[in-house]
């Protein structure tokens, strides 16, 4: 069964600072990975989407990567601002099932 | 506009009592699911549907049931609500895997069983 894991759970800085949020699986047998971003008591806003042939995505300051033999992948916030902060989760395919994360909550402090 | 929509946005309910939400995609997708949040938790993934007649199980499809009888409705069917359905649902839609395989959400279900 596969296991979506995000660490870490929460994270805090200042705005302007550079951060990474990480995301592992255990089956590596997957379509692909999305990144969400979800506001408290909101729907899910798709940030980031990688193809399992994919090494990496981009999109303004956000960029994901994705080294599917290791399980892992990480989304990179350039220069931090309070509008930022959300959880963020990421989410594997395999078929028809998705897996998701519990999630990183994110505070960016102005 | 590309959307799914989710109706009712908030239900509260009591036990046993059967209810039906319904969910919509404009996008011509063939896969389809269903997820519920909860606090500590997480998304945890209820049915999905490859395409028309097509269903399978997720990871919590206990007292859930879905149909599939039209490409564009994908309706989740609590026949006898108990309290620990009480949640936050949500829908959504992807094209096939050939494809990007990106997953689009609607807004989201409050569902509250007393």
């Known amino acids: 069964k596969q296991e979506v894991t995000q660490i870490p759970a929460a994270l805090s800085v200042p705005e302007g600072e550079n951060l990474v949020l990480n995301c592992s699986f255990t089956d590596s047998a997957i379509y692909n990975l999305q990144w969400f971003r979800q506001d408290p008591g909101k729907g899910l806003t798709s940030l980031l989407l990688i193809q399992s042939s994919q090494r990496e995505q981009t999109s303004g300051r956000l960029n994901a990567s994705l080294d599917k033999s290791s399980g892992r992948s990480t989304l990179y916030i350039a220069a931090s601002q309070p509008g930022d902060s959300a959880t963020y989760l990421c989410a594997v395919r395999n078929a028809g099932k998705s897996t998701f994360g519990d999630g990183t909550t994110l505070t960016v402090k102005p | 506009e590309a959307q799914v929509t989710q109706n009712p946005r908030y239900l509260i309910t009591v036990t046993g009592k059967k209810l039906t939400v319904t969910c919509s995609q404009n996008m011509n997708h063939e896969y389809m699911s269903w997820y519920r949040q909860d606090p500590g938790l997480g998304l945890r993934q209820i049915y999905y549907?490859?395409?028309?007649?097509?269903?399978d199980k997720g990871d919590v499809p206990e007292g859930y049931k879905v149909s599939r009888k039209e490409k564009r409705n994908f309706p989740l069917i609590l026949e006898s609500p108990s309290p620990n359905q009480t949640s936050l649902y949500f829908c959504?839609?992807?094209?096939?895997?050939?494809?990007?395989?990106?997953?689009?959400f609607g807004p989201g279900t409050r569902l509250t069983v007393t």
């Open positions: 549907s490859m395409n028309v007649e097509v269903t």
């Open positions: 959504a839609s992807s094209p096939p895997p050939g494809l990007t395989y990106e997953q689009y």
